[in-house]
């Protein structure tokens, strides 16, 4: 399904639509996949980067 000619109000109830069919919050606000998702998209830090949460819980940390 092509997405970009579609209007933004059309846009935000296929994404509502969607997310109620997968069972998922429309909104994100975890840190580590907005990190994810930011690095994804080439807007944040590099794909290689953790964010705070996830280094924190690597193997081999306290």
């Known amino acids: 399904m092509g997405l970009s000619g579609m209007d933004s109000e059309a846009l935000e109830r296929w994404v509502t ?3 109620q069919d997968q ?3 429309v909104r994100v606000s975890d ?3 907005l990190s994810r998702v930011s ?3 080439g ?3 590099s794909p290689g980067a ?3 949460a996830e280094r ?3 193997p081999g940390r306290g």
Do not use: M
Request: with cysteine; glycine share 10%.
């Open 50 to 52: 953790r964010a705070p």
């Open 39 to 41: 690095a994804l998209l």
């Open 56 to 58: 924190e819980h690597a």
């Open 43 to 45: 807007t944040g830090p």
């Open 23 to 25: 069972g998922v919050d």
């Open 17 to 19: 639509a969607s997310c």
């Open 31 to 33: 840190p580590l996949t």
